[in-house]
């Protein structure tokens, strides 16, 4: 019986004419179109948008003269301490202080993306220290110390030296671009093989 399918499926096969492939007609796509590309900007913008909340009940409240302070797990010690003293050079600088809370939140975003894709691994937030904001002291501040905690992006912040801003500031470290992880490999790789 089994012989008697195998034939049957070999009569109704016999004049099915196999595809030609024209390699020269293929495309291979490793490259996300310009569409792509935007449709996922807009979903992470999105995502963001519903992690940065803007409901005040819902944000930790801090103090006008609270330092903020925030490390994921992985960033070195040393790298930390130099953020924390203000050794690394800022490659740009937002500020939020004056601004509504969706508009702090909303410019926020923006900021970080746009430092991120230019490979900034280093920028300032000025959120001001807000003694006298409404409804409660450090509007902004409070709502800046949230926010950037939610961003996957930001490895570190703390804040500013006096002379960047003390506690009205923050520097904020940015995960490293692709080709500055591969040039530190490299130098890393050369400082070893030097010993």
């Given at each position: ?5 195998r ?10 004419v196999p ?12 490259e996300?179109s ?5 449709r996922k900007?807009?979903a992470e913008l999105s995502?963001y948008?519903?992690?940065l ?5 819902l944000?930790?409240p ?8 925030f ?5 070195q010690e040393?790298?930390?301490k130099?953020?924390?003293?203000g050794?690394?050079q800022?490659?740009a600088?937002?500020?939020?202080h ?5 508009q ?5 975003l ?9 490979g900034?691994?280093?920028v300032?937030?000025i959120?001001g220290?807000?003694?006298t904001?409404?409804?409660?002291p450090a509007?902004i ?5 949230y926010w950037?905690s939610q ?6 912040f703390h ?8 506690y ?13 992880r ?7 790789a ?6």
């Amino acid at each position: 019986m089994e012989q008697t399918d195998r034939n049957l499926f070999l009569e109704e096969m016999a004049d099915v004419v196999p595809l030609r492939h024209d390699v020269s007609q293929q495309t291979i796509r490793n490259e996300p179109s310009a569409g792509q590309l935007a449709r996922k900007a807009a979903a992470e913008l999105s995502e963001y948008h519903q992690r940065l909340i803007t409901d005040l009940t819902l944000i930790p409240p801090v103090k006008p003269e609270d330092m903020l302070s925030f490390k994921r797990e992985g960033v070195q010690e040393a790298v930390f301490k130099n953020l924390r003293l203000g050794q690394y050079q800022t490659a740009a600088e937002l500020d939020v202080h004056a601004m509504s809370v969706v508009q702090a939140r909303d410019y926020l975003l923006s900021f970080l993306q746009a430092q991120i894709k230019r490979g900034h691994r280093c920028v300032t937030i000025i959120h001001g220290k807000g003694h006298t904001s409404k409804p409660f002291p450090a509007l902004i501040k409070s709502c800046v110390n949230y926010w950037l905690s939610q961003v996957d992006e930001v490895m570190a912040f703390h804040s500013a030296q006096r002379h960047h801003g003390g506690y009205g500031a923050v520097y904020v470290m940015l995960p490293k671009s692709t080709a500055k992880r591969i040039e530190s490999r490299e130098t890393n790789a050369r400082g070893v093989r030097r010993r």
